[in-house]
């Protein structure tokens, strides 16, 4: 008899979680989709407001940093190593002990290699395009441009521990908060700074993606309460 009650409330209970997840994946489709859709939108602003030109080959020289750095830093990387640390530490006690032993060394070492990437930028810049006419600009918008290094290691880093949690609203609209900031500069600043307006949407598009994640990342897992002595950060995670 106990049996034969247990099946529809197992049943229904199957149901609800099918229905939770067809409203997570619309939410995640909708979002990514809006989110594409405005990065269009602020490739098209770019155009009408600068054209093809020297200023905007110098930017497209720094925009080398953002390209490279989250494919890595949100997606590939960090996504790989994460997310099956978060889903097999079960308890809030394994969770925290997993922030405290990897978001510090993650977060040394990511502005490490910003303020690495910034500093050597002349260099850089001058390898991947010798001759550009407008170097000292592009040199610029590469050191503007480093400043979304940490705060996309970070984006990444919450992304995967929601992820991980079932979470999935916030990470998808990382990429709308992106271009949103980034069309918001170009709108506001491209008259007194010219493509150095793109250059700082890009950084202030990094921190506008930590901050979509923030108040769930704190209520699902948390930040670290104090330094371990053994900081965990696999050579792997960065090696690409």
């Known amino acids: 008899m106990d049996r034969h009650r247990r099946a529809p409330v197992a049943a229904a209970r199957v149901l609800s979680r099918g229905a939770a997840d067809l409203r997570a994946a619309a939410l995640t489709t909708m979002l990514v ?14 155009a009408a407001l600068f054209g093809a030109n020297a200023d905007t080959d110098a930017f497209l ?19 790989l190593w994460l997310v099956p640390l978060f889903s097999t530490a079960a308890g809030a006690r394994q969770r925290a002990a997993l922030v405290e032993r990897t ?16 500093a050597g930028a002349p260099w850089l810049v001058a390898a991947l395009a010798p001759g550009l006419p407008q170097g000292g600009l592009a040199v ?37 908060a992106y271009n949103l900031a980034l069309v918001g500069c170009l709108a506001i600043w491209h008259d007194s700074l010219g493509v150095r307006a793109a250059a700082w949407g890009v950084a202030a ?17 948390g930040m670290p309460r104090r330094l371990p002595r053994r900081l965990v950060l696999p050579v792997a995670a960065l090696l690409p």
């Open 103 to 118: 978001l510090p060394a993650l977060a040394a070492a990511l502005a490490a290699v910003a303020v690495c990437a910034a």
């Open 205 to 221: 598009g990094a921190v506008l993606m930590v901050a979509t994640q923030a108040p769930a990342y704190l209520r699902r897992v």
């Open 61 to 79: 020289v720094a925009w080398t940093v953002p390209e490279t750095a989250a494919p890595l830093l949100i997606e590939g990387a960090m996504a």
């Open 140 to 176: 610029q918008c590469w050191r503007i441009c480093c400043g979304c290094i940490l705060p996309f290691a970070l984006a990444g880093y919450a992304s995967a521990a929601l992820r991980a949690h079932h979470v999935f609203g916030p990470p998808a609209a990382t990429g709308l």
């Open 33 to 46: 989709g809006a989110g594409s859709a405005l990065g269009y939108v602020r490739d098209l602003l770019m």
